[in-house]
């Protein structure tokens, strides 16, 4: 199916374990972003990447890590898994980057929590 | 400071009221502006872009004041669909750069009540 999807989308782990979110977009969308979201503070970006092989951090990218080594895939990895990363992960997408190109695609969520 | 903030809410309203959420932003330098939707455990998705001359989209209206840095957002004959949060987005300009980011608020939270 088109659009924008993202696995899993439940995932409780413990803390110290490493765990990897994917993100698939259909799109061929050159931008792609990890946001966290978290109660009292809204939506936060972590990593961004701007095309394949290009990735910049967010406002919080501690404690992350992201590679794209295609357009279609970004995935997010926790390196070792803390439980104030405890969260909803949204992946989202964008075609330019462009003043005024302001629609992201969002992905469903992944909700995951770390006990 | 934050770079977006937004009064949390939550607004609740009866059914045909109308409401309107403010927001404001820090950076006078923001190029774009935008109002998304965010229904419980779900994902935002854009709700309309914010233009400088004011926008209307059926019983939704935008606005934006540059002087003052605020965005509103107006929804007349409120439904009991338009019960979510609300986020007020901005896309910052750096320098000369743009990098496709957007600073989202925090959102408002709006009831619509029978």
């Known amino acids: 199916d088109a659009g924008i999807t993202q696995s899993p989308r439940y995932k409780i782990t413990e803390t110290g374990r490493q765990v990897t979110l994917m993100c698939h977009q259909t799109w061929s969308h050159s931008y792609m972003f990890w946001y966290r979201q978290d109660l009292g503070h809204g939506l936060r970006l972590i990593y961004y990447?701007?095309?394949?092989?290009?990735?910049d951090k967010g406002e919080v990218p501690d404690g992350y890590v992201v590679s794209r080594s295609k357009t279609e895939n970004f995935p997010l990895t926790l390196e070792s898994a803390t439980r104030s990363q405890t969260s909803v992960y949204f992946c989202a997408s964008s075609e330019s980057h462009l003043a005024g190109a302001g629609e992201q695609y969002f992905g469903p969520g992944t909700r995951l929590t770390v006990t | 400071r934050k770079e977006v903030e937004q009064d949390p809410g939550p607004f609740n309203v009866p059914e045909g009221a109308t409401v309107a959420f403010n927001c404001t932003y820090s950076?006078?330098?923001?190029?774009?502006f935008f109002w998304y939707r965010q229904d419980c455990r779900k994902e935002p998705k854009l709700l309309m872009s914010v233009y400088s001359s004011g926008n209307e989209d059926g019983r939704f209206t935008a606005q934006l004041n540059r002087a003052s840095q605020y965005i509103s957002l107006l929804i007349r004959d409120s439904k009991l669909s338009d019960s979510a949060t609300y986020l007020c987005v901005v896309s910052p300009s750096y320098g000369s750069s743009n990098t496709g980011k957007l600073i989202f608020g925090q959102g408002t939270t709006l009831q619509v009540k029978p």
């Open positions: 990447s701007a095309a394949a092989d290009i990735t």
């Open positions: 950076n006078s330098a923001s190029q774009s």
